[in-house]
């Protein structure tokens, strides 16, 4: 753990103003956005698993909240296509049937309890597992949830914080361990682990994206 921590303290003066900008902009849109502003962040997380983050930041640009929620099979699925997503037609199959979620999201982000929050978006939405759910609840603001992507989970197995990566898909309770290993190296770095992914991220990736 050291020596990611020495890692993240070297970055931390060159990008710690981007990532507070960007964590702003997170907050913003949690308590500032409306229903359909949420239900395209949470469109943006179905379409990233799987795929690229910059992929999705280009989808979810090109598409818009108004064509997440009321463009019709064709034209969504079109779209989808067009900015080259590799699996168009599940994607767009998951984010039509989630539609039933977007009057529920304003009052959803409310519960002080953000763990609820993942578990019942975990369960109920479609193309949204632990990792997705965590990454929705990070981008509209939750402070205190770790984005489990294979590429934070590789450097997590490279720094000794895990023993190997997961072999199959998460469950709660295997999402949950992985993610307390996370806790002590949030401490020791002064930030809170929506904040630290973004680091980390960066470490991985070069660029600080969402």
């Known amino acids: ?16 103003i981007d990532v507070e900008n960007r964590f702003k902009e997170f907050e913003d849109l949690g308590e500032n956005g409306d229903s359909l502003d949420l239900f395209s962040e949470l469109s943006f997380c179905v379409m ?38 590799r699996f168009p037609n599940t994607r767009t199959k998951y984010i039509i049937e989630n539609r039933w979620i977007i009057p529920e999201l304003k009052n959803m982000l409310k519960n002080n309890n953000p763990f609820e929050i993942r578990k019942y978006i975990a369960k109920n939405v ?57 806790i002590p190296l949030s401490k020791k770095f002064g930030e809170d682990m929506g904040k630290l992914d973004l680091y980390l991220w960066y470490l991985a990736k070069g660029s600080i994206d969402k």
């Open 126 to 182: 479609k193309g949204i597992g632990w990792k997705e759910a965590s990454h929705f609840l990070r981008n509209t603001g939750e402070k205190n949830l770790a984005i489990l992507d294979k590429h934070i989970m590789r450097i997590m197995l490279k720094s000794n914080l895990i023993n190997e990566l997961p072999k199959s898909g998460w469950n709660e309770k295997k999402y949950i361990n992985m993610e307390q290993r996370l």
């Open 48 to 85: 990233t698993a799987n795929w690229t983050s910059k992929g999705g930041i280009k989808a979810q640009t090109y598409i818009g909240k108004e064509g997440f929620a009321h463009l019709s099979y064709e034209d969504l699925n079109k779209k989808m296509k067009e900015v080259g997503h």
């Open 1 to 16: 753990m050291e020596n990611l921590l020495n890692e993240l303290n070297e970055i931390k003066p060159i990008i710690k």
